[in-house]
């Protein structure tokens, strides 16, 4: 394995699983941004090391593809590795594993580097020119890089929801993960019973923060393919499109 690499084990317990005994997407997600934060800190551009220069990563967009998902007591081996390093983003890829050495899904994922006080991002390339040494283009991903998702203009508004203690994360922000939930909550349970999520792609726009009410407008793109916006008033925080996979 290339040594820029990382690999990472994890163990998918039964209380993480959802009501049909799979790991869900939101944990999956959790598990992405857990490998993310080791292979960093491993190689030195961590929380701890970038806080000193009170910046933080940010996570801007997500892609995930699966073919299979993990159940209950099933082993699961995440691999990342930085793809690109550009003027103010990197992008980071995924791929997972199972107990059989068998690739089940990719992720790409892009990433701006914050400056905590001002709220602007870094240029990278000046912050910390020693990161392109870490890319690895040269190793494939077969999930496209996020592309823009429109707004759900014409959806009408499937939830409604305050942000609350457990949404906010170590940045004092809505968590990413959170966002995730809060997108999939939009949908009943018939659909997940009939139903796998084949790509699930989110664009991270604005901030949310503790207190606030936020709204979340569904709209269908085809028989299989939803976008999902959550809003702060007419202010859009995030947006997601869904591809489902019929299975019953």
């Known amino acids: 394995m ?9 163990h998918i317990a039964s209380y993480m699983c959802d009501f049909q005994g799979r790991a869900p997407l939101p944990l999956l997600g959790s598990l992405i941004l857990h490998a993310a934060s080791r292979h960093a800190h491993e190689r030195g551009f961590g929380y701890d090391h970038i806080s000193r220069d009170k910046i933080a990563w940010v996570l801007s967009r997500l892609a995930i593809e699966w073919t299979d998902y993990p159940g209950r007591d099933e082993a699961l081996t995440i691999e990342t590795w930085v793809g690109e390093v550009a003027r103010f983003y990197t992008q ?3 791929r997972f594993v199972n107990a059989e050495g068998r690739a089940i899904g990719h992720a790409r994922s892009v990433w701006a580097a914050l400056d905590m006080c ?3 991002p870094v240029n990278i390339s000046e912050w910390r020119p020693d990161l392109a040494a870490y890319a690895c283009g040269e190793i494939e991903c077969p999930v496209a890089r996020p592309a823009r998702i ?13 942000v609350g203690y457990s949404d906010i994360d170590i940045n004092g922000h809505l968590n990413s993960v959170k966002y995730i939930e ?20 989110i664009t991270y726009l604005a901030e949310g923060h503790f207190g606030e009410a936020l709204a979340l407008r569904r ?23 869904i591809s489902w996979e019929r299975v019953r």
């Not at 290339?2 to 994890?10: D, E, I, K």
């Not at 909550?185 to 790509?199: K, Y």
């Not at 809003?231 to 499109?241: A, I, V, W």
């Open 182 to 201: 809060h997108t999939l909550d939009v949908f009943d349970l018939a659909v997940f019973r009939e139903n796998v999520i084949r790509r699930f792609e």
């Open 92 to 94: 980071r890829c995924f």
């Open 150 to 162: 429109p707004a759900a203009e014409a959806g009408d508004v499937s939830r409604e929801y305050t």
């Open 118 to 120: 001002s709220r602007r």
């Open 219 to 241: 709209q269908p793109v085809s028989e299989n393919e939803y976008i999902v916006e959550t809003l702060r008033g007419e202010e859009s925080l995030c947006r997601s499109r």
């Open 2 to 10: 290339h040594t820029n690499v990382g690999s990472y084990p994890f």
